[in-house]
């Protein structure tokens, strides 16, 4: 929450003063990049709702919750990235290409390029330091948990923040191409090619995004060390022989649900099943914090399936 509010006021400010820039100083670099804060900017508040929604409590038409909210709202937000920042920065760029002129008054964009990179620096740092910290809670290096984390807000935030300072980078590099003549007759052409690039950048932030968000959306499993710690869960327990299947689905970054069907030895009561599930429930929230809902149902080791299942959904 802290790391989308820092990116929301930062990338307002910055907004503002790009478009400032890019009017005073007519650069396809600039208008590229206020559209891309001004993307970036509405993208907070799409990710703000979904941190709102999906604490709610499941209803009768939502059995499993309004976890899914942050996955949904993340994928709009790499939506809005593609369409109105990645797009409109390569149509502008095309269109200095089409009809060259160089930009003007460039001592305005150098400063607001500057100050712009130490704010969308502060936010990037902000949202690293909150990433630090959960990775620390979780026992695992920053580096391991961006990897593994199904928290595609953090990501969202921590990857747009970097490709706002490539894209500043860039801006600058144009207009400082252009400012300086580099390469004779070509002045007015570098301020277009920035905006391409800044574009091209956007667009590939924009599919690495949605292609984890879609993924999430559509019930993606737990991770393999979650898996494992699970299953060893469940097969620790001295009543059982065999987990005969384990399915899981994330419902939201911290919350998994468990679907297990598990062959237990033949001589327990029914009294001692019910008790042995209860049990396991309690293993598998011990070995795993994130499981929300669990799903345990006793099978035969050779029980009939209705239709073929993949072979790495059994032990």
């Known amino acids: 929450m802290l790391a989308v509010i820092g990116a929301l006021i930062a990338n307002g400010v910055i907004t503002i003063l790009k478009f400032f820039a890019a009017v005073m100083t007519g650069s396809s670099g600039m208008m590229a990049e206020a559209f891309h804060s001004l993307a970036d900017t509405t993208n907070q508040i799409f990710l703000l709702l979904g941190l709102r929604f999906f604490n709610r409590p499941p209803s009768q038409k939502h059995h499993f919750g309004y976890g899914k909210e942050r996955f949904f709202w993340s994928f709009i937000a790499a939506i809005f990235i593609f369409g109105v920042g990645a797009t409109y920065a390569i ?109 091209v950048v956007l667009a590939i932030v924009a599919f690495v995004l949605a292609r984890t968000s879609r993924g999430l959306l559509l019930g993606e499993a737990a991770t393999p060390k979650s898996l494992r710690a699970i299953r060893e869960a469940i097969k620790g327990h001295p009543n059982v022989n065999k987990v005969v299947e384990l399915l899981t689905m994330h419902l939201a970054p911290k919350q998994i649900l468990v679907n297990a069907h598990v062959n237990m030895k033949d001589e327990l009561t029914n009294t001692e099943i019910i008790e042995t599930i209860a049990e396991i429930e309690e293993r598998i929230k011990a070995a795993e914090p994130k499981v929300d809902m669990i799903f345990l149902e006793t099978a035969g080791i050779g029980r009939p399936k209705p239709q073929k299942r993949d072979p790495r959904h059994t032990d």
């Open 91 to 199: 149509y502008e760029g095309f269109q200095k290409l089409r009809h060259p002129h160089a930009p003007e008054n460039l001592g305005w964009a150098y400063w607001i390029l500057g100050f712009s990179f130490v704010l969308e620096a502060g936010s990037i740092g902000l949202a690293l330091y909150q990433e630090t910290q959960e990775a620390h809670h979780d026992g695992m290096s920053l580096t391991e948990y961006l990897r593994e984390s199904k928290d595609p807000t953090a990501k969202t935030v921590i990857f747009e923040d970097s490709a706002a300072l490539i894209g500043i980078v860039i801006a600058f590099a144009g207009i400082y191409l252009t400012d300086h003549h580099v390469i004779a007759g070509f002045e007015a052409y570098w301020d277009g090619l920035a905006s391409i690039v800044i574009g």
